[in-house]
């Protein structure tokens, strides 16, 4: 970009008179320290952070466009800045070492004014190269700059991006994988555990064949501990120390009171010239709550799974529960009806029935199967509903159909027509009701669903009457395809729907009119996801959203961006005040990004007597011991971890249910 001398000289005497008053943009951290480290720190930035870094100006990491791995460190911003850089002190190792990076400039500007640079100082000698000499270049993409170094001298290197802080042309520079090469090796090894995680019942004890490998140089004494064991459980090693090279047995040993829950276990090697860690997550099951069991499939029909109960949904109201699942699940989708199951007790005791009129295996209904249970509370209305999508024999969901209860969730009507049956298909419905007497729209009830035939249009319907009359389908503004919408209702009467855009990120729009009309839709956060081994039908990029009775809303799903390299899946979240700003996404503790246990499918509560900071979340959701496994090794677990801070901080996880082989659960 070319630019009139004049336009330069004012804004140079502009910064001139603003100096005299210490206008700082961005932060400064304290000088490098004159000691230098072994080696480079967290060249690859994949700690998520610029840990081992001084950093001044404008400098974070980024997820966007790394040249490998999942981060790059962003020096400068997107935005106009000044001059902005990162630093790190490191000696070079004997033999014959050489550094190298890679950097790619995002520059519009020209040389005269914006550039990036990079300085090599070898402190050992006071001597000062220009590695990367001045560079504006836009969209020339990732390059290298590889520098030969003196052996055992001490070095800092600077990345710099400089911008003249004129607006509308920002300048900064992504840079990733600092690394030193060609040292002589000095003695090392490396450390790793199998199986590289375990699950057992409290007072059972756990194995693990510690292996030790040499990666370099020859071989030493490694001694062996391991850190993180849960209350009561103790680790013992059938050698220790060993040589390197040789292996050894870990022995972790449970009390019959070590409380349930995944422990991130860590094993140490510590030799002479370098210590490594592998782990080693413990799960101890058998303090969770008790199971009860609240149903039967009493179906016989020969399309079906039979003895399964699938994609269940549950919604309480003062004591009532109220639940609704598929029974005997179809392969092809759909299941021989809904079940309900209802508790007037908390969950002490259970009746249990089948909705009627929906299929022809129970109460009289001409559909073949249905699928896509959710359950709602109208207080206003005193009325329960589930709502579900009716498959006719051709395999088409023709719509979205409600059945309602006027007597606590204990018997339940015919089902009436709520949106679609106008030949196209249906697919994902959630419905959710305003139950908060002071909102402007209490006793309105909204279904979400998307039409299948049209792309997985997102589409919304209200009822003002609990659930005998809904309004015509209407389509969002901004025509947003996805599925899996959950809606939520915030205390003043704002509708919040969180929704997967068909995999690529979660979504959300909403209305602040009782359904009158609905927003464009916002982006919550992109889905990173490990695919779920085993075959297993997963969920995977579908939310589950809930609203504290403040109105902040939550939406978590599974993602593996906390995880180098994308091995396994954690539950994440992220909140909302309005439904248009979100918060970053932020990972639910349940343990270790290195354990190797796999997450999926969460199902969010929250208490809604409770609000801020002291709000009370639970998070139920199904795991993998091993993220690496196969339909035939594969051992699925029920968890649950909780907080009461508001996600400030999070209780131990706990085991509810499992183990359950692939064999033991429907096949779709």
């Not at 997107?78 to 890679?102: D, E, K, R, V």
């Not at 409770?610 to 677990?637: D, E, P, R, V, W």
Request: charged share 10%.
């Amino acid at each position: 970009m070319r630019r009139r001398p004049i336009s330069r000289l004012r804004k140079r005497l502009i910064a001139l008179a603003l100096a005299a008053a210490t206008v700082t943009f961005g932060t400064t951290a304290a000088a490098p320290s004159a000691s230098a480290a072994a080696g480079i720190t967290d060249g690859g930035f994949e700690a998520g952070s610029l840990t081992g870094w001084t950093t001044s100006g404008i400098t974070s990491v980024t997820t966007s466009g790394p040249h490998s791995g999942t981060y790059a460190a962003m020096v400068g911003s997107a935005t106009p800045a000044n001059t902005s850089s990162i630093t790190q002190s490191f000696t070079a190792p004997a033999g014959s070492p050489a550094l190298s990076f890679w950097y790619d400039v995002f520059c519009t500007d020209t040389v005269t004014y914006d550039w990036a640079t990079a300085t090599l100082v070898d402190t050992t000698t006071n001597t000062t190269t220009t590695v990367l000499a001045k560079t504006c270049t836009n969209g020339a993409g990732w390059k290298q700059v590889t520098k030969t170094l003196t052996p055992n001298d001490n070095y800092t290197l600077t990345l710099t991006t400089k911008d003249d802080d004129y607006p509308g042309d920002p300048t900064y520079t992504l840079y990733d994988d600092v690394a030193l090469s060609g040292g002589v090796p000095t003695n090392d090894f490396s450390i790793s555990a199998s199986p590289a995680s375990a699950t057992v019942n409290a007072g059972a004890s756990a194995t693990s064949t510690v292996s030790t490998a040499v990666t370099a140089g020859g071989a030493q004494s490694v001694t062996l501990s391991a850190s993180g064991l849960p209350s009561g459980a103790t680790a013992s090693f059938s050698a220790n120390p060993i040589t390197s090279g040789s292996s050894s047995t870990l022995t972790v040993s449970t009390a019959s009171s070590t409380p349930g829950g995944t422990y991130p276990i860590t094993v140490t090697g510590t030799g002479a010239s370098a210590t490594h860690t592998a782990p080693f997550p413990l799960t101890v099951n058998g303090t969770g709550p008790s199971l009860i069991q609240v149903s039967t499939d009493p179906f016989t029909d020969t399309d079906a799974q039979h003895a399964t109960h699938v994609e269940p949904d549950t919604y309480s109201f003062g004591t009532t529960v109220v639940a609704a699942y598929q029974t005997g699940r179809v392969y092809g989708g759909g299941s021989s009806d809904v079940g309900w199951a209802t508790s007037t007790d908390s969950g002490t005791t259970w009746t249990h029935g089948f909705l009627p009129g929906i299929t022809v295996n129970s109460g009289g209904g001409s559909y073949a199967q249905v699928s896509d249970a959710s359950v709602a509370y109208d207080a206003k209305h005193n009325v329960w509903l589930i709502s579900s999508l009716p498959i006719d024999s051709s395999g088409g969901a023709d719509g979205v159909l409600v059945n309602r209860s006027t007597n606590g969730g204990t018997t339940w009507g015919y089902p009436v027509k709520a949106v679609g049956f106008d030949g196209q298909g249906y697919d994902k419905n959630w419905t959710v009701c305003d139950n908060t007497a002071t909102s402007p729209h209490y006793g309105n009830c909204y279904t979400e669903a998307d039409i299948t035939s049209s792309g997985n249009a997102e589409i919304m319907s209200a009822s003002t009457d609990g659930g005998l009359t809904w309004s015509p389908a209407a389509r969002r503004a901004g025509a947003p395809s996805g599925l899996g919408g959950q809606p939520v209702v915030q205390p003043n009467g704002n509708v919040v729907v969180p929704y997967s855009a068909n995999g690529s990120s979660i979504a959300a729009f909403t209305s602040t009119n009782g359904g009158g009309s609905w927003g464009s839709p916002v982006t919550v956060a992109t889905i990173n996801s490990h695919g779920v081994a085993g075959g297993l039908r997963d969920g995977e990029g579908l939310p589950s959203a809930e609203v504290d009775g403040a109105g902040k809303v939550f939406v978590a799903w599974q993602d593996c961006r906390f995880r180098s390299g994308c091995p396994a899946n954690d539950i994440v979240y992220s909140t909302s005040a309005n439904g248009t700003g979100w918060s970053a996404v932020t990972r639910v503790p349940i343990d270790a990004t290195t354990s190797g246990v796999e997450h999926m499918i969460p199902g969010l509560g929250v208490d809604r007597s409770t609000s801020g900071s002291t709000a009370k979340i639970g998070l139920y959701y199904y795991f993998y011991s091993h993220a690496n496994c196969t339909a035939s090794t594969c051992q699925m677990y029920v968890g649950f971890i909780s907080s009461a801070s508001g996600g400030s901080t999070w209780s131990a996880a706990q085991t509810v249910a499992g183990p359950m082989t692939m064999a033991q659960i429907a096949n779709t």
